[in-house]
C-alpha cells in the first residue's frame, strides 16, 4: 500500500491552520511550506510535523511543487490551510490508496461555508479539485491563479467524499481577496492572448450571476447563495475590466 504525504503551504494561517492539520493526522507525513508567516503558524505547524520549511513565495503553483518535491513518499494530498479532509474523504483516500491505485491523480468536490452556511448550491459546489496524485506522473500546472494538477501518465479519478473549506464571513474581506485574485487571472488571461473589451465587461458579470442564482440554485439557500452569486459577478467584472485597463 502506498505510504501518503500531506503538503500545506501557509502565511499567517495560524487561525485556520490546527484544524487544517488535525483532520490529516492519518497520514504517514505533514509537511509544511510557510513564507515567512508572524502569526504564529510555523511555530503551530511544529506541533503535528517536523518538516516545517521557511522560503520565500515564489508563486502558488511553484511553492506546492516545491513541498511535494520535499515529500518522503510519491502520493501526495496538498490541501490548503483553510481546508479540512472530512472523515468520509479521509476514508476514501486510504481505500484507494490501498488498492494500489493506476489513476495518476484524483479529484475530489469541495464544499464551502460562506457567511455561515455550507453551501452546495452556485458555483461554490462541488468545485471540484484535483489535490491527490502521485508526484511521478502528475505536477502543478504554472499558473498565477486557479493553480491546479494536471496528469501526465493516467486517467484521473474522482472521489465522491468532500474536502471542507472555511470561506469568509465578511464581505468586504471576501471582495479583498477577489481584487487579488481578479488581477491574477487578469494577468494570466493577457498572457494568453485574451484581449478584453466592452461587451465582455458586459455580458459575463450577469451570465455569471445568473448562471450561480439560478442555474446552480443558489436561491434556495437563501441570503448566502444570493450574497455568493453576486460577489462572483464582481469577480468577473473585475477580472473583465482588469484586462481591457491593463
Not at 481505500?95 to 452556511?117: N, Q, S, V, W, Y
Amino acid at each position: 500500500m502506498p505510504k501518503l504525504s500531506v503538503t500545506v503551504i501557509t502565511l499567517n494561517e495560524a487561525e485556520h491552520l490546527e484544524a487544517a492539520l488535525e483532520s490529516v493526522r492519518w497520514a504517514d507525513e505533514i509537511i509544511v511550506v510557510d513564507s515567512g508567516s508572524t502569526d504564529g503558524t510555523v511555530d503551530l505547524a511544529r506541533r503535528f510535523t517536523d518538516k516545517v520549511i521557511v522560503r520565500d513565495w515564489p508563486g502558488y503553483a511553484a511553492q506546492k511543487e516545491f513541498a511535494a518535491s520535499q515529500a518522503t513518499h510519491d502520493w501526495i494530498l496538498s490541501i490548503d490551510a483553510d481546508e479540512r479532509v472530512s472523515d468520509g474523504l479521509a476514508a476514501e483516500i486510504r481505500d484507494i490508496l490501498a488498492r494500489e491505485p493506476a489513476e495518476a491523480a484524483f479529484r475530489m468536490p469541495r464544499m464551502t461555508r460562506h457567511f455561515g452556511k455550507w453551501l452546495r448550491t452556485t458555483d461554490a459546489y462541488p468545485d471540484y479539485q484535483t489535490r491527490l496524485y502521485d508526484r511521478r506522473r502528475a505536477r502543478w500546472k504554472p499558473l498565477d491563479v486557479h493553480e491546479s494538477v494536471t496528469a501526465r501518465e493516467g486517467p484521473v479519478g474522482t472521489l465522491r467524499h468532500d474536502l471542507l473549506h472555511e470561506g469568509d464571513d465578511d464581505i468586504e474581506a471576501r471582495k479583498a481577496k477577489l481584487r487579488h485574485y481578479a488581477h491574477l487571472s487578469a494577468g494570466e488571461m493577457k498572457r494568453r492572448g485574451r484581449r478584453g473589451g466592452t461587451l465582455a465587461l458586459l455580458l459575463h458579470p450577469p451570465a455569471a450571476f445568473l448562471r450561480s442564482y439560478v442555474l446552480r440554485r443558489g436561491f434556495m439557500d437563501g441570503a448566502a447563495g444570493f450574497r455568493v452569486s453576486a460577489l462572483q459577478a464582481y469577480y468577473v467584472y473585475l477580472k473583465f475590466a482588469y484586462l481591457r485597463r491593463d
